[in-house]
Nanobody
């Protein structure tokens, strides 16, 4: 089993940057594909980005438009989401998730078994 704890959220102005971290417990972190999702008020949770077990493969939702970068450090059991050029519409609770499926970069929330509690990112205009 994996426990995930996100951190790094907060209030940022439009055009600014935030780096989210997700620390995972357990000794098998490197066997999980990791993903980031977000949920804005009144909206469904949506996929943001995913990274494969070794970090060799990544996948992003179209709205990222090159502004976000997902990465991982298996030695630290941590996955990151660097978000640049933030927009007010990026305001949401951001969740990290872990998947044991044999998919390098799962993009649907039912493909993930474990979830963090979320961290709020608010982008002011």
């Amino acid at each position: 089993q994996v426990q995930l704890v996100e951190s790094g959220g907060g209030l940022v102005q439009a055009g600014g940057s935030v780096r989210l971290s997700c620390a995972a417990s357990g000794r098998t972190f490197s066997s999980y594909a990791m993903g980031w999702f977000r949920q804005a008020p009144g909206k469904e949770r949506e996929f943001v980005a995913a990274i494969s077990w070794t970090g060799a493969s990544t996948h992003y939702e179209d709205f990222v438009e090159g502004r976000f970068t997902i990465s991982r450090d298996n030695a630290k059991n941590t996955v990151y989401l660097q978000m640049n050029n933030l927009k007010p519409e990026d305001t949401a609770v951001y969740y990290c998730a872990a998947s044991q499926l044999e998919l390098p970069t799962p993009a649907y929330d039912d493909e993930y078994e474990y979830w963090g509690q979320g961290t709020q990112v608010t982008v002011s205009s």
